[in-house]
C-alpha cells in the first residue's frame, strides 16, 4: 500500500538522536556530480550523482540542539535518518525511513543571528546543506 508523503509528519534523527523540533526543511537532493572521474558503471547509469540532505535549523545554543551540532561538528561524518511519513520507531510499507551517512558541512552564508522581528515567538533559522556519502536507501523492511 502505497502512502503520500505529506507536509506535518516528517521526522529527522541525527546521529541517533530526534532533532524534529529544530527542523522546518528537509529535503535530499539530487544532481549531477562534479567529480574528476567516472567509471565505467557511473557512465552507463547516466554520470555519478551527488545526494544532499538540504535543512533548515532554528538557531539554538543549547548543547543538544542540531545547529549546535552543525557548529561543534563540522567536517565529521553521521548516520541520519529521515521518515517523510512519522512513525521514527518502526518502518514499514507506511512508514519507511531513508537512511545514510553525511558530512557535516557549516553553512555557506547565516550561521550566527539574523534580522529583527517584532514577533515574540520569531526565531533566527540557518539553512545547510550536508552530503551523503553514498546514495540514501529507502528502508520498508518492518
Request: charged share 20%; net charge negative.
Amino acid at each position: 500500500m502505497a502512502t503520500i508523503i505529506g507536509t506535518r509528519k516528517m521526522i529527522v534523527k541525527v546521529d541517533g538522536t530526534d532533532h524534529t523540533a529544530d527542523v522546518s526543511k528537509c529535503v535530499i537532493t539530487t544532481g549531477e556530480t562534479d567529480a574528476d572521474f567516472q567509471s565505467f558503471a557511473q557512465a552507463l547509469a547516466g554520470g555519478g550523482r551527488d545526494y544532499k540532505l538540504a535543512l533548515t535549523i532554528r538557531q539554538d545554543t543549547a548543547t543538544t540542539s542540531l545547529w549546535y551540532y552543525a557548529w561543534s561538528e563540522a567536517g565529521g561524518d553521521v548516520a541520519v535518518e529521515i521518515w517523510p511519513n512519522g512513525g521514527g520507531v518502526t518502518e514499514g510499507a507506511t512508514t519507511p525511513k531513508v537512511t545514510g551517512t553525511v558530512t557535516i558541512q557549516e553553512p555557506d552564508g547565516d550561521f550566527v543571528g539574523g534580522e529583527a522581528n517584532k514577533s515574540p515567538t520569531a526565531v533566527n533559522l540557518i539553512e545547510v546543506e550536508w552530503l551523503f556519502t553514498a546514495k540514501p536507501v529507502i528502508d520498508i523492511t518492518p
